[in-house]
């Protein structure tokens, strides 16, 4: 065997060097802490931001936006713009109309009779809202094409804002798009898997009890840190063009904009250099991709457009946004009758790729985790003249376990039990799974109880509870409120063929495909599109717990339509449960493939071939073995290879999921609300995930801690105003208010483990887990510090403001503190 | 965002800078640590001709005393002002309020004469200086004249300074004696503004309160003087009950706004709570 | 136009400067020095952070001319040495070990603040960690690690063992604030 290695040229040079070829694996990745391979270019400023890209002959783009939320265009004058020092070109969107497109994408249309107007990357005719895109200037650099963006002259006719949803659906209300002749963009009414609620609820007669609650879910923000930006390299002559962009999804991107421009999908590139966050706001088909790329096109020369942040709040979408009628009923037992939702979910003044599914997403969640008879789930989308909404962090599933969660606090209140008793009363028990819940949706594992147990040792309910005693009999003036979520969610999307009965434009396969290069080194290509989350460390991980070879020999590629072809890209906490499993079945492929070649060099039966810590042996006689990086070699030698055999160690594999997964976990909140300033202090927070299997615990904790920063953000301070005229009150980090370190609190985080059993690996997902599950937490926690005014909700963000009008209401009601 | 463009001028004295300023007109402006006027620049909500900056007048830097006045200069960046002694001895309420300006990095090149001449009603330090009742000296080409803060801070954004006056120093009357010193700010969020401030100076007597100095942010279009606390804790009891009566009074006199962090009542709440909060850590309760 | 000249990262730079160049762009777009980005247009978020003279800024609020014969320090000049064979700072290390970054948009604005916060405060606790960084905005990891990062690296600083590192082979995931 040894002396066929030896023969090779490519052996000889690796024999003089033998680091080149690898030490054998370890073991014992899945699961392992590794250090992220991300973070050497990161923390050195080696960093390939879109914005750091430049070409000979860059040219640079800015967007004249409008000031006004709804306004007829009477003109635009881009003349004197032209004159101005450095300026190559500008255009009105009339100037573009036969070159852009005739409409973005919307790739979600929810129902059959969905409204979907039409939505060009400059507006044309009218201004839909605040921000919506009117002219463009190309000039030599970023200064000039600031400056000639002042000398556009446009002319509008004002028309009426719409900035209230209930307002817009009333007879005779301002229409967003008139010749659609309504605001209302869909109706979606789901019955459920199970019973009638009104029904069910008639049925119980006297032993029903029914609460109902109206919960606000604010419009927010997403602000991933960094802005979007595009440059497009054309090679003009040949029609070829290379698309970076600050994107989330760089396949699905180079397929939209092949749709929309009429580019062959062939010609085009695309690629997600290094991306400063998404969190669902770079999961789009934006119009300056549309816009840079078609101008690159007309002009012959590169573009390059970078947004700022005041532009980023008003022409980057939103998030959230619904009014949400919840009715709950149970026995007198706490015995859960049903739940009923009408939502209200606002779409902004657009469609955007898949605005109107984000709140039909979470029909299937409101449910959660608990067993009921009935369910009715009715949701309108409606026009606004505001930026449009669509996915964050979450996308309908914050919304619905908000809803649910909260309800079943004030449920409790109602009956006069303890929150956390009456959820378990009615949640699923860890034998019944799997278990098909009132939405059809069938929960492969779970176990409620064990997370709950875990949460409450590490919470010290009972201290918290004698504290919360104390400081109401001595009338404290500030008040400890405990909060409890026990939330559920849906990831891994998705099987495509729920996706298509759902009428999604796509499927939720992910592909993969895992290389092994001569020396033995290891390239994974995946179409999950990294943004910060550590898929280059994880994906390693996986590669060398499946081929034994060390975690260092493993590279990715990934977020390039040129270098990794196919893909779905990366939200919906689906990159582990649908990517990684995609990685995994080849990696299973080439291992395969290694094992028939290593027995046909080792001149053994396949099945007396073993595997294990990166070596194959034959079965009784260990002396003979091969390392896989041996095999490796061997095959790119091709010297001795099977008859018939292709001389390649590399396999594709698209997977595509059969379930969704359903990460649960049990979050706990203890917070101090001072009631003479309404200034709420998160005291004390515990969560404890079961996100079942984990590769790389660390990496897990991040992605917690980060979450949990951006549900409880929703919970005390972030919320997008608009002024009854359709402007965007908090149009930048001054009046839009992030959390610093200084506004979180420590966070204590602790972990059960039971695996998904719909995928080989056990994995569930993590990305958005803690920004589901803590925003209620926090809320619950509020409203329970407050009971003794009388209080039974409050809107969110729970300013200092609403905490204090609360408080005064109930004393001035004579209520009991 | 980029700022439009504009000339830039570095004098090295504050003649060469009032010069700078007569001949750029009404569309001159000065720039200190360019803290707030940078942004502002950025967002294009102002368009000057020139800015006249102050980086290389040294003299306008530093802390001294002179007799019972301390003189903190204009372009003393609110990062030295915290850390100075002489601010700490005599205007600890000062150093008190500079640490709560924004953040680290900005208050390295924040100035105390920049932040005061911007005159923001939300801004911490405007608040201390009139409660200090510190006197405000400018130059112009008419040459020098002291301006004390209650006449200083007109309106919004508004002082009494005149387009070819610089503000050169601040002149803080020493706290002699035995004071306390609170600066109560209320934000939402570490970084935001303030949406209220109590800045509280008390001196202790024989265990009562001999007197007390406050000033009050963002409830106005400039800072207030709460003067009717101050009159009611003048010689009064140091006691939590007498205090809580006192800051009673700390909105009367005031017109609070209301914008979108919060509307005028509460505004109204937060100062008497604030204000009682302040004198009660102030005065060592 | 305005001559400056500076030096940045140990280079010095001589060039003729609109006087409203930010100091940003003139880093980026002038000097090619990419590693410091852009968050924000108000100064809120801290992403641009750079040393100058030793001391923290925000170069998107600093002006190319107002840095005029200063010496300014990005984050590809924090390391000492070249290239690979460079040795990190002991704030670059910490953030590592603590994971204390994920989409590292905020990360050089973050460990330059550090450097700032931990030479005027070398033995800060949690809260003033907190409060001392309170100008620096990260949108993905909650803080927390970057908090641990910033505690670990004062000690390395202070010449005590750096804590020890989140990264170990234990698979549990319990943390509970002591």
């Not at chain 1, 003109?75 to 036969?98: H, N, Q, R």
């Not at chain 2, 009611?232 to 009950?241: M, Q, R, S, T």
């Not at chain 2, 006199?253 to 604030?274: C, F, I, K, M, N």
Request: hydrophobic share 40%.
């Amino acid at each position: 065997m040894t002396e066929q290695l030896d023969a090779g040229l490519v052996a000889e040079q690796i024999a003089e060097n033998p680091d080149a070829l690898s030490s054998p694996y370890a073991g014992g990745e899945l699961g392992r802490g590794r250090r992220r391979k991300e973070d050497a270019k990161l923390l050195t400023g080696q960093t390939n931001w879109t914005d750091n890209m430049t070409l000979p002959g860059l040219l640079h783009m800015t967007v004249l936006r409008s000031p006004m939320a709804h306004a007829k265009i009477i003109s635009v004058d881009v003349s004197a713009a032209l004159e101005m020092p450095g300026v190559i070109a500008a255009y009105s969107g009339k100037d573009l109309a036969d070159v852009m497109g005739a409409s973005m994408p919307c790739a979600w249309p929810v129902t059959p009779d969905m409204v979907s107007p039409v939505h060009t990357p400059l507006a044309t005719d009218e201004v839909r809202y605040v921000g919506d895109g009117v002219a463009v200037i190309i000039a030599r650099d970023r200064y000039a094409a600031a400056d000639a963006l002042e000398a556009i002259a446009v002319e509008y006719d004002q028309l009426p804002a719409v900035v209230d949803m209930e307002q817009a659906l009333k007879e005779g209300a301002p229409l967003v798009h008139a010749d659609k002749g309504t605001n209302q963009c869909f109706l979606f009414d789901f019955p459920g898997a199970g019973a009638d609620f009104d029904e069910t609820v008639a049925a119980a007669g006297d032993d029903a009890v029914v609460v109902k609650r109206r919960f606000r879910q604010q419009r927010l923000i997403p602000t991933p840190m960094e802005c979007r930006g595009v440059v497009v390299a054309p090679i003009a002559a040949a029609d070829e063009f290379t698309l970076y962009s600050t994107t989330q999804i760089p396949h699905v991107l180079r397929v939209m904009l092949a749709l929309t421009t009429g580019i062959p999908e062939q010609k085009l590139r695309v690629v997600a250099p290094d991306v400063g966050g998404g969190f669902g706001a770079k999961l789009n088909v934006y119009a300056e991709e549309i816009l840079a790329l078609v101008i690159a096109r007309k002009l012959g020369r590169p573009i390059k457009w970078t947004e700022s942040r005041s532009e980023n709040y008003q022409a980057t979408t939103h998030g959230r946004d619904q009014i949400q009628d919840i009715t709950i009923a149970s026995k007198k037992d706490g015995t859960l009758l049903g739940l009923k939702v009408e939502l209200l979910a606002d779409m902004g003044a657009y469609l955007q790729l898949i605005t109107p599914g984000v709140p039909v997403l979470g029909a299937f969640m409101f449910p959660a985790i608990y067993k009921m008879p009935s369910y009715r789930f009715i949701c309108r989308g409606v026009f606004t003249t505001k930026t449009p909404t669509d996915a964050y962090r979450g996308a309908g599933r914050p919304e619905a376990t908000y809803a649910i969660e909260r309800i079943m606090d004030e449920l409790a209140d109602t009956l006069g039990r303890d929150p956390m008793e009456l959820r378990k009363q009615n949640w699923i028990t860890h034998e019944e799974f799997p278990y098909t819940m009132v939405a059809g949706l069938t929960y492969d594992s779970g176990n409620y109880e064990a997370a709950t147990e875990k949460a409450e040792q590490m919470f010290d309910m009972v201290g918290l509870r004698a504290e919360q005693k104390a400081r109401r009999e001595r009338k404290d003036p500030v008040q400890l409120g405990i909060g409890i979520s026990t939330f559920t969610e849906m990831c891994g999307l998705a099987p495509s063929r729920v996706l298509g009965s759902l009428s999604y434009g796509a499927g939720g396969w992910e592909s993969a495909s895992v290389r092994m290069l001569p020396t033995g080194k290891v390239e994974v290509v995946s179409g999950a599109t990294p943004h910060g989350q550590g898929h280059h460390t994880a994906w390693s991980q996986i590669v060398a717990d499946s081929l034994g070879v060390p975690f260092e020999d493993i590279e990715l590629v990934a977020g390039d339509t040129k270098s990794s072809p196919k893909g779905m890209d990366t939200y919906g906490s689906r990159s582990l449960v649908v990517g990684g499993v995609a990685i995994h079945k080849a990696t299973g492929k080439v291992l395969d493939k290694a094992k028939r070649i290593a027995a046909h060099l080792l001149e053994a039966a396949e099945g007396d071939v073993e595997f294990k810590g990166g070596t194959f042996s034959v079965k009784g006689s260990p002396e003979a073995s091969l390392t896989i990086q041996q095999v490796a070699l061997a095959t790119f030698a091709a010297h001795n290879l099977p008859d018939g055999m292709e001389p390649s160690l590399d396999s594709d594999y698209v997977y595509d999921p059969e379930n969704f997964s359903y990460p649960h976990g049990t979050h706990l909140c203890a917070v101090e609300v001072d009631t003479e300033t309404g200034f709420t202090t998160i005291r004390k927070y515990v969560c404890v995930d079961d996100i079942g299997k984990i590769v790389n615990p660390v990496i897990v904790q991040g992605q917690v801690h980060g979450g949990l920063a951006q549900g409880i953000a929703q919970a005390l301070y972030e919320e997008a105003v608009y002024d009854a005229e359709g402007n965007l009150s908090t149009g930048s980090m001054v009046d839009y208010l992030l959390p610093s370190a200084a506004d979180l609190p420590h966070f204590d985080t602790g972990r059960t483990e039971t695996p998904a059993t719909s995928n080989p690996l056990g994995v569930k997902g993590v990305g958005e887990a803690g920004t589901i599950a803590s925003t209620p937490a926090v809320i619950n926690a509020v409203v329970d510090a407050l009971r003794p005014f009388g209080v039974n909700d409050i809107d969110m963000p729970a300013t200092p403001e609403r905490v204090w009008r609360l408080v005064q209401a109930g004393s001035a009601n004579g209520a009991t503190q | 965002m980029i700022p439009a463009a504009f000339d830039y001028v570095a004098p090295s004295s504050v003649a060469d800078a009032i010069s700078a300023l007569v001949e750029g007109g009404e569309d001159a402006k000065v720039l200190a640590g360019g803290q707030s006027l940078i942004p502002v620049l950025r967002l294009r909500l102002s368009y000057p001709s020139v800015l006249v900056d102050l980086r290389k007048i040294d003299s306008l830097r530093g802390v001294r005393e002179d007799g019972a006045d301390l003189v903190i200069g204009a372009m003393t960046r609110h990062a030295d002002v915290v850390k100075d002694p002489l601010v700490k001895q005599y205007a600890a309420l000062v150093a008190t309020a500079a640490a709560t300006v924004a953040d680290p990095a900005v208050r390295h090149r924040g100035t105390f004469g920049g932040a005061l001449a911007h005159a923001d009603p939300a801004g911490d330090l405007a608040a201390v200086a009139l409660a200090l009742d510190a006197q405000l000296v400018a130059e112009g080409p008419g040459g020098r004249r002291t301006i004390a803060a209650a006449d200083f801070f007109q309106d919004y954004l508004q002082t009494s300074l005149s387009p070819d006056e610089l503000l050169v120093e601040v002149r803080v009357p020493k706290l002699e004696g035995q004071w306390g010193v609170a600066y109560e700010k209320f934000n939402r969020t570490a970084q935001a503004w303030a949406i209220v401030g109590a800045a509280v100076a008390v001196r202790r007597e024989n265990g009562s309160i001999a007197e007390a100095r406050i000033g009050l942010t963002n409830m106005g279009s400039t800072p207030v003087r709460a003067s009717a606390v101050e009159a009611a804790l003048a010689g009064a009891a140091a006691d939590a009950g007498t205090i809580a009566a006192a800051a009673e009074h700390a909105a009367e006199g005031t017109t609070a706004p209301s914008d979108l962090s919060a509307q005028s009542d509460y505004r109204e709440h937060l100062a008497r709570v604030l204000t009682r909060r302040a004198v009660t850590t102030a005065a060592g309760l | 136009m305005t001559r400056v000249s500076m030096k940045v990262d140990g280079v010095v730079y001589e060039d003729d400067v609109e006087p409203r160049l930010l100091l940003t762009h003139h880093l980026r777009d002038g000097l090619g020095r990419v590693g410091t980005p852009i968050g924000c247009d108000t100064s809120n978020c801290g992403a641009c952070t750079v040393l100058i003279g030793g001391e923290s800024v925000k170069s998107c609020s600093v002006l190319a001319v107002q840095a005029d014969g200063e010496e300014i320090t990005t984050i590809q000049g924090l390391a000492s040495g070249e290239g690979g064979t460079s040795t990190w700072h002991p704030v670059q290390k910490a953030f590592q070990e603590h994971h204390g970054l994920q989409c590292g948009y905020c990360t050089p604005g973050m460990v330059l603040a550090t450097v700032d916060l931990l030479k005027n405060n070398p033995s800060p606790t949690e809260q003033e960690v907190r409060h001392g960084l309170e100008g620096n905005l990260c949108r993905c990891t909650g803080y927390q690690n970057i908090v641990k990062a910033v505690l670990s690296a004062a000690a390395e600083l202070r010449g005590e063992q750096p804590h020890k590192g989140s990264f170990q082979d234990s698979t549990d995931l319990t943390e509970v604030h002591a």
